[in-house]
């Protein structure tokens, strides 16, 4: 079975520009998550999607981050503009929302670099 | 609010030795479940696994094993006969019941390294 998929693995982008984030689930896992990881801390989740619908985002600013998961299943994040405090590694996880609901497997992360 | 708290930010250890990884939580649910995910340096977090409040028993598998402790709100992990390629971050997260399930809350990591 085929893990959590995401592109690019990495990005240098310089402060103000946009960037976009790319994330394939796990067939069959109707729930993903988008959490943010700076260095030497851990994941924070950003937003949470229940299928094409938004669960959580209470931590997502919403001023600069957007995000979106058409047709329920693959997802983009977006931050534009982007800041300095930006740079993280942005983690794509999904979970199946019958079986075992709240085990959450990890995709590899985009490490992003504002400079 | 959820709090997951790993006091210890790097341990090195030598080969075959044990290693026991400290992770304490704090909830007010009844309800909620308690993880620890492994991160190589690829960067992927590694399900590893994942104990509900209900169920103290300890759990072994393999050379690794976990002890719950409720009355402590601690759910430490050890690593029997460490290897090279048990180096990576550890993290313990916790996710309460209700409306919040699903939000993961991590500890900031535990970086081990196993020296040969």
Redesign the interface.
């Known amino acids: 079975e085929a893990?959590v998929a995401q592109s690019p693995r990495y990005k240098i982008i310089e402060k103000r520009q946009s960037v976009a984030f790319w994330c394939n689930p796990i067939s069959g896992h109707a729930?993903l998550?988008w959490y943010q990881q700076i260095l030497?801390?851990?994941?924070?989740?950003l937003i949470?999607f229940q299928n094409n619908g938004v669960?959580?985002d209470s931590q997502l600013p919403k001023d600069r981050f957007s995000a979106e998961r058409l047709k329920g299943v693959d997802s983009t994040l977006k931050i534009q503009p982007a800041k300095l405090e930006d740079s993280a590694?942005y983690?794509c996880?999904s979970?199946h929302s019958q079986e075992?609901?709240?085990?959450?497997?990890?995709?590899?992360?985009t490490?992003l670099s504002v400079l | 609010a959820q709090k997951?708290t790993q006091a210890q930010t790097e341990i090195s250890v030598v080969e075959k030795e044990d290693v026991t990884l400290d992770c304490v939580y704090e909830t007010r649910d009844t309800t909620y479940?308690l993880?620890w995910?492994k991160q190589p340096p690829?960067?992927?977090?590694?399900?590893l696994i994942?104990r509900n409040s209900f169920d103290e028993q300890n759990e072994i598998s393999g050379r690794y094993s976990w002890n719950f402790q409720k009355s402590t709100s601690s759910f430490n992990f050890t690593i029997t006969a460490s290897q090279v390629v048990d180096s990576a971050v550890y993290?313990c997260?916790l996710?309460g019941g209700g409306s919040?399930?699903?939000?993961?809350y991590?500890?900031?990591?535990t970086q081990l390294t196993v020296w040969p």
């Not at chain 2, 690829?42 to 399900?47: D, H, P």
């Not at chain 2, 991590?106 to 990591?109: E, L, T, V």
Request: hydrophobic residues 35%.
């Open positions: 893990g729930t998550y030497g801390q851990g994941p924070k989740l949470q669960v959580d590694v983690l996880a979970s075992r609901k709240n085990i959450q497997y990890f995709g590899a992360g490490r | 997951v479940y993880f995910y690829s960067g992927e977090l590694v399900f994942r993290f997260a996710s919040t399930l699903g939000r993961l991590f500890g900031r990591g």
